[in-house]
């Protein structure tokens, strides 16, 4: 056997080797971090849902999810541990550590047509009273609008016979 017919088997077993070892990183990575959640700390699980760290088992963590309320989670459904900052802008909408690089977008668009100039505005109207969507009549040969639409069909007629 030559090495050109071994060279796709070596590629494609290289390819596997580099792929397993990236997916077992991650796992040592989120393995890590569940490892070193403490009480009192602010999570987001796999569903997507944040609560806080009450205490920590083996393979299970007991979180508190609104105050009084607790729930008992596996650990491997914690998807992120959050810090302080990031939790409580998210849980507790505090917005004064945010630091805004670009523009800010509004939640609304009410906000947007307000900022729009008169010109824009006259010229929207023009172009509004231009368009008309209705159906017309349509004209005979001599001027007069023929009241009859031809081949007018009922809702949900169709073509086919």
Do not use: C, W
């Amino acid at each position: 056997m030559s090495l050109v017919t071994l060279l796709p088997f070596i590629v494609l077993i290289g390819a596997m080797f580099l792929m397993t070892r990236s997916a077992k990183k991650k796992q040592q990575a989120a393995a890590q971090m569940r490892n070193d959640m403490q009480p009192g700390t602010g999570v987001r699980t796999i569903g997507g849902m944040y609560a806080t760290v009450k205490e920590i088992q083996d393979d299970t963590v007991l979180l508190e999810v609104a105050p009084g309320v607790h729930a008992i989670y596996a650990k491997n459904s914690i998807g992120a541990v959050l810090d302080d900052a990031e939790y409580n802008r998210i849980v507790h909408g505090d917005d004064e550590d945010l630091k805004v690089d670009g523009a800010v977008v509004p939640d609304d668009a009410s906000s947007l047509t307000a900022t729009e100039t008169a010109e824009a505005d006259t010229a929207d109207d023009a172009d509004d009273a231009k368009i008309d969507l209705g159906k017309k009549a349509e004209v005979d040969a001599d001027g007069s609008k023929d009241s009859e639409v031809k081949d007018a069909k009922a809702d949900g007629e169709g073509d086919a016979k």
